[in-house]
């Protein structure tokens, strides 16, 4: 059960319930019948019971309280992560194929431009006033971000990444794998590991910046250190990582202790901005996984320039990163208020054109989407599988969330509104040594 207040939910159908009285009032917004099986607090409950749609349950009052103040995305993911709403897992239907079907009938009626009638809205109003649901919104719930300062300025950078990457070090290991690589892997089919998946991608990112023993790498927002680690360990480099991540610095110092890495890898606690060498002392190599989407629009020049000036002229630079067309550049409002705050993503052709005029030459765009989807996939399996001593770490609320988080991202890979490439680079104005033919 969840914290929040649940109060009974049976099978009755009372013809003037709470179910069938919200179910009346919502048509004119969904241009159509609810196309789910309603379940209120009261017991009420309204719409198929066969199980042709998906059943949501609405635990108390606030979840449609929320909803009221923070219509649409936003209110139905704080009702959820609060469990004052539910989807549960009955005839066949769970979490992933109930917000596959809402997206599709979004999609079928039409509904991201509806404009409702003022005859709709007075009709509205008068039936949450008659089941007592106006007055102060509920408060937020404890796990949404509360960032505050200059958007982008250092502290405010250092807050959000905070926020999302310092949640426990434990927590992180039981939903990635062991090489506690965070972002998308390279599988060449769907049975390949998680594991084996993540391994290949760092092969490939290695493989494409040209590692060689004794050569210089910057590892740009290392994470948990798997790129850095990979490349001191199966390449030779000599690895200098940043990250503003206090509690990944602790896990990645352990790590190279406990590999004997200490000549080969240095994790700095430094922010990107701060990273770049002297001149006569820039890398060999730049690597950067999904941390470009972090930097904010404003600041993504500086992002460039900081990539451009740590690498000498001739090294090659490859930045992995998600893209993202339409009005919600940081992800829509639940990733913004839960995961990853001031968070920007834009679509691949305009990050080129960016790092292109941070003075980068760009070679080749590898587009990953499909991936993301089975690393995703790989990530909630081992989420569920641990879910209890998940819950133990950081509460149910924080479980929620992310169960939200890894099926909605899951989706938006699948379904093409959000993609993911590796973009590799050289700096002008001297020798390279990229391959006229690739073979990767």
Not at 194 to 218: H, I, N, S
Not at 269 to 291: C, F, I, K, T
Request: hydrophobic fraction near 40%.
């Amino acid at each position: 059960m969840t914290s929040a207040t649940v109060h009974s939910i049976g099978p009755a159908v009372d013809q003037q319930g709470v179910a069938q009285r919200l179910a009346l009032a919502l048509e004119p917004f969904l241009r159509g019948p609810l196309p789910v099986r309603l379940v209120a607090w009261d017991g009420s409950a309204t719409g198929p019971a066969d199980g042709s749609v998906p059943t949501v349950e609405l635990r108390t009052p606030d979840a449609v309280r929320r909803l009221l103040w923070h219509p649409g995305e936003l209110g139905a993911a704080q009702a959820y992560v609060t469990g004052e709403l539910d989807v549960p897992e009955v005839d066949g239907w769970d979490l992933d194929s109930a917000l596959t079907h809402a997206f599709a009938v979004a999609r079928e009626r039409g509904l991201s431009g509806v404009r409702p009638t003022p005859r709709a809205l007075v009709e509205a109003v008068r039936t949450a006033a008659g089941l007592g649901l106006l007055g102060r919104p509920p408060a937020n719930p404890a796990s949404q971000a509360k960032v505050r300062g200059r958007l982008h300025s250092k502290g405010r950078d250092r807050s959000a990444i905070s926020f999302h990457y310092d949640l426990s070090n434990e927590f992180y290991s039981m939903v990635l794998e062991p090489q506690m690589a965070y972002s998308c892997g390279y599988h060449s089919s769907p049975e390949q590991s998680l594991e084996d998946a993540q391994r290949a991608k760092l092969d490939l990112v290695c493989t494409k910046l040209g590692l060689e023993p004794g050569m210089r790498m910057l590892d740009v927002g290392c994470g948990w250190g798997s790129l850095s680690l990979h490349a001191a360990e199966h390449f030779g480099a000599q690895v200098t990582g940043v990250t503003i991540a206090a509690e990944q610095k602790r896990f990645i110092d352990a790590r190279i202790a406990e590999r004997g890495l200490g000549d080969r890898v240095e994790i700095r606690l430094q922010d990107y901005r701060d990273a770049v060498p002297a001149p006569g002392r820039e890398y060999d190599a730049v690597g950067s996984l999904e941390m470009g989407e972090h930097v904010g629009q404003g600041n993504y020049p500086t992002y460039a320039r900081v990539l451009h000036d740590s690498v000498r002229p001739g090294g090659r630079v490859l930045v992995q990163q998600m893209s993202r067309a339409g009005k919600w550049p940081g992800g829509g409002p639940f990733i913004e208020s839960f995961i990853a705050p001031d968070m920007h993503m834009r679509p691949v052709g305009e990050t080129v054109g960016l790092l292109e005029a941070g003075g980068l030459e760009v070679r080749d765009v590898h587009a990953l989407r499909e991936h993301y989807v089975l690393t995703v996939a790989g990530w909630l399996e081992r989420f569920e599988a641990n879910v209890e001593r998940l819950t133990e770490l950081v509460g149910e609320e924080v479980v929620r969330v992310w169960r939200l988080y890894l099926v909605g991202g899951a989706m938006a890979f699948r379904d093409g509104r959000m993609g993911v490439d590796q973009i590799l680079m050289i700096r002008p104005n001297g020798p390279h040594t990229l391959p006229a033919v690739r073979d990767w």
